[in-house]
């Protein structure tokens, strides 16, 4: 895997549209992006890759924005397909699954962006994770309309500050 592109994390909390992520939910970073759990994953190891500059609209970002984006989108998103059997054992199967990826942008409102801020999910797939395989979008779209609500009322969020750190401890040892 090459790592050239991470950089030591700078420890230090981001800024995620209106909302702050925790230092201790970073788990990689570039010179210009950082990667983060989330907060209500569709699936084991589902992430985000974000711009550190809070950027609505993919088109404003820079070309350099852009290339370092994507180079860490492809870094975390090997490190987790690579390690998925270790990161997400699945004791239901009676063989190892084979692993693969999505990778997507909602670019605006229409296109389901519910926080103003660009950002890459990288989700581990494997075989059957849904029934009909395009699913994942609508689960995607459906998680990140609930977000907005579930950051504002932190009885709802499905895992705590403490869960998403220890899950960013793991991932942090990839890097």
Same mark, same amino acid.
């Given at each position: +895997? *090459?790592?050239?592109?991470?950089?030591?994390?700078?420890?230090?909390?981001?800024? #995620?549209?209106?909302?702050?992520?925790?230092?201790?939910?970073?788990?990689?970073?570039?010179?210009?992006?950082?990667?983060?759990?989330?907060?209500?994953?569709?699936?084991?190891?589902?992430?985000?890759?974000?711009?550190?500059?809070?950027?609505?609209?993919? &088109?404003?970002?820079?070309? *350099? @924005?852009?290339?370092?984006?994507?180079?860490?989108?492809? !870094?975390?998103?090997?490190?987790?397909?690579?390690?998925?059997?270790?990161?997400?054992?699945?004791?239901?199967?009676?063989?190892?699954?084979? =692993?693969?990826?999505?990778?997507?942008?909602? *670019?605006?409102?229409?296109? &389901?962006?519910?926080?103003?801020?660009?950002?890459?999910? !990288?989700?581990?797939?494997? @075989?059957?994770? #849904?029934?009909?395989? *395009?699913?994942? =979008?609508?689960?995607?779209?459906?998680?990140?309309?609930?977000?907005?609500?579930?950051?504002?009322?932190?009885?709802?969020?499905?895992?705590?500050? @403490?869960? +998403?750190?220890?899950?960013?401890?793991?991932?942090?040892?990839? #890097?």
């Amino acid at each position: +895997m *090459d790592k050239t592109v991470l950089v030591g994390r700078e420890a230090v909390d981001r800024l #995620f549209g209106p909302w702050t992520i925790s230092r201790n939910e970073v788990f990689a970073e570039s010179p210009l992006s950082f990667a983060f759990v989330n907060l209500k994953p569709v699936v084991p190891g589902h992430v985000l890759v974000a711009p550190k500059r809070v950027v609505k609209r993919f &088109g404003s970002l820079t070309n *350099d @924005e852009v290339a370092d984006l994507w180079q860490l989108a492809k !870094v975390v998103g090997h490190g987790l397909e690579s390690s998925a059997h270790d990161l997400f054992p699945d004791a239901s199967r009676s063989r190892k699954p084979e =692993y693969s990826l999505t990778l997507c942008i909602q *670019d605006g409102p229409q296109a &389901g962006q519910t926080v103003p801020h660009v950002h890459i999910h !990288v989700l581990p797939r494997k @075989e059957g994770d #849904f029934e009909n395989n *395009d699913q994942v =979008y609508d689960e995607i779209d459906d998680g990140e309309k609930g977000l907005t609500k579930q950051l504002d009322d932190e009885s709802r969020r499905e895992r705590t500050r @403490e869960e +998403m750190a220890e899950e960013a401890g793991r991932f942090r040892a990839l #890097f």
